[in-house]
């Protein structure tokens, strides 16, 4: 597509149950980030996809996140019984990866998830 | 690791003022891009620019590589100029994972 896509756009959800965030990202961009951004913070990095490489999946802050990426082009996150403090807007951004690997980073609108 | 400061953290401009905007980073990097989330949290491309000087209307940026920090310049601001201005580097050598700074709060006042 033109742009980063990222759904849904908002998410308001009950405190212990799972959801899922989608972005579809630049066609032909093979590095493919998430990120997350609390109210009034910078960006926290979750994890990274890069080509057919293992995740890196570093950023995660508990076991209840997970993240896949199939056919190296759409992303889901999945956060399992969501808790009050994963309020926050999730941003996905993908590169065009080169041989340097220094792509330039897009970003999607984001999805703003609060759990009640 | 890498450190990256953005200064000032944050800025009130009256529509029509020039400011300049600085990031500082620790160590070499392969990549280094200025954005601007807005106030509804959209994050936007404005320079991707390692090294050199570029353009792109009200806007410029230079970054000095070997001295370690860049600049982005606003000319006469506007009200739409408001929001968060983040600076985000990609150490050298290769890492896969960029460092942001904690960004420059600006309000563009009419």
């Known amino acids: 597509g033109a742009g980063v896509s990222q759904s849904p756009s908002n998410k308001v959800t009950e405190k212990g149950k799972d959801v899922e965030l989608r972005c579809d990202p630049i066609s032909g961009h093979t590095a493919l980030y998430w990120y997350r951004q609390s109210l009034g913070q910078g960006l926290e990095f979750l994890i990274y996809?890069?080509?057919?490489?293992?995740?890196?999946k570093s950023g995660l802050p508990s076991d209840r996140f997970s993240a896949e990426r199939t056919g190296g082009s759409v992303s889901t996150l999945t956060i399992q019984r969501t808790q009050q403090e994963d309020s926050a807007v999730y941003l996905c951004a993908s590169s065009l990866s080169r041989a340097e690997n220094t792509g330039e980073l897009f970003f999607g609108e984001g999805s703003r998830l609060t759990v009640l | 690791g890498i450190q990256v400061e953005q200064s000032p953290p944050d800025l009130i401009l009256q529509e029509g003022a020039n400011s300049t905007l600085r990031c500082n980073f620790s160590?070499?990097?392969?990549?280094l891009q200025w954005f601007h989330q807005n106030p509804w949290g959209q994050l936007i491309n404005l320079f991707y620019i390692p090294s050199g000087t570029k353009q792109n209307g009200r806007l410029s940026a230079t970054t000095v590589a070997t001295e370690r920090y860049s600049l982005l310049y606003i000319s006469s601001s506007q009200t739409t100029d408001s929001g968060v201005y983040f600076c985000a580097v990609l150490p050298y050598p290769h890492n896969r994972k960029l460092i942001w700074g904690l960004g420059t709060s600006l309000a563009v006042n009419p």
């Open positions: 996809f890069q080509g057919n490489s293992a995740p890196d």
């Open positions: 160590d070499s990097v392969n990549n």
